[in-house]
Each structure stands twice: as structure tokens, then as C-alpha cells.
């Protein structure tokens, strides 16, 4: 992370500016199925997180777990200090009753859980501030099998002034990478660079 006289400048600079979540831009801005709940998978991306996630890129770059890892999304945010955080996306509701621990590839779930509650990227995060924050997942791209990252939070990045600029884009793709060390391919606006 950057860091120097002015960190917090620094940080500013280098990965956006700190955000809070905007939940007015949803359907249901209450967000109460997200009131005070954590994802369980929820870890900050240490050495023992980056290390797991490049074993599980190298245990899915064959069958079969290929095609099983493109059912898995991850939840990602750098939190105001420049730490990141990651969880496995979970559907927080199911036909209206509240669920723990509730991921899409689990037996007696929908096929299709798009309409389905999720906890979102604030439960990533304490105080609901983040610098950045979007997914993760694995996928192809012609003979490519990789982590691929992006920035797709509707609450901390959907209008363009809360956007982050190319070159915060791609310092948190670093970080990523040096962390996990592995390549990371961004995913911006569903086109992959």
C-alpha cells in the first residue's frame, strides 16, 4: 500500500477517494435483508486468503472443477485503509425468509437466483465506506483460465463521478495480483483487457 506524509492523500490518489454506500439507487433502499449481517465466507486478503485463492485458480484450471468455478462469484472492497476484502457471494433471502449461509450452487436453490436477495458489497465492509469494490471471479477468455476483476458495485460506483479512473483501476488490479500472485484480468463494461 502507499503510504508516506500524506497517507491518506496518498491512498486518495492511488485507489479513489473513500465512498459510502448508496442504497438509494436500488429497488428496495432499505436493504433490510443486509441490516447488521456479514457474509460467513468473509476474510480480508492476507497471505493465507491469496495463497488459497491461487490454489484454487490452479485446482479449477482443469475438469472438472473448470466448469463448477463459473458458478462462483466473489464479493470484493478496499476498505478505507487500502486493505481488501473478499466473500463468496450469498443469497441473504429466499422467497422472502431470511437464510445463513445460502450459495446458489447448493442443492433445493433456484437455478436461476439473479431475482433472489444477496448480501451486497457494504456487508464487506464496517461503517459501509469503501474505496472500490465489484467482483471476482473465474473464467476463460480463448486459452486463458484466470481470475478475472471488476468494478461493477452498483452502491459504491454506479454514477460516473464515483468512478475510478484508469489508473486506480489498474493499481487495484495489482494488488490484487501481487497479493494473489497471479495475473488478474479486468473486466471493465463486460469487455476483458
Known amino acids: 500500500m502507499s503510504s508516506g506524509k500524506n497517507g ?16 438509494s439507487k436500488s429497488d ?46 466473489l464479493l470484493w472492497a478496499m476498505a478505507p485503509s487500502g486493505d481488501l476484502w473478499v466473500a463468496v457471494e450469498e443469497i441473504a433471502e429466499l422467497n422472502g425468509v431470511s437464510i445463513v449461509g445460502g450459495y446458489p450452487i447448493r442443492r433445493h436453490f433456484p437455478v436461476a437466483v439473479d431475482a433472489e436477495r444477496k448480501l451486497g458489497h457494504p456487508c464487506l465492509l464496517d461503517g459501509l465506506e469503501a474505496r472500490a469494490a465489484g467482483e471476482l471471479y473465474l473464467d476463460q477468455v480463448g486459452d486463458k483460465f484466470g ?21 486506480q483501476i489498474k493499481n487495484v488490479a495489482k494488488q490484487f495480483a501481487n497479493r494473489i500472485d497471479v495475473p488478474i484480468h479486468l473486466d471493465i463494461n463486460g469487455d476483458f483487457a
Open 8 to 23: 491518506t492523500t496518498d491512498l486518495d490518489k492511488e485507489f479513489g477517494i473513500v465512498k459510502n454506500a448508496i442504497s
Open 147 to 167: 481470475w478475472h476483476l471488476n468494478f461493477e458495485s452498483g452502491r459504491f460506483h454506479r454514477e460516473p463521478e464515483r468512478r475510478l479512473n484508469d489508473d
Open 28 to 73: 428496495e433502499p432499505d436493504m433490510i435483508w443486509e441490516k447488521d449481517r456479514k457474509p460467513i465466507s468473509l476474510c480480508s486478503l492476507d497471505a493465507q486468503s491469496a495463497l488459497s485463492m491461487k490454489q484454487f485458480l490452479e485446482a479449477c484450471s482443469n475438469r472438472p472443477f473448470r466448469e463448477i468455478s463459473r458458478g462462483i462469484t
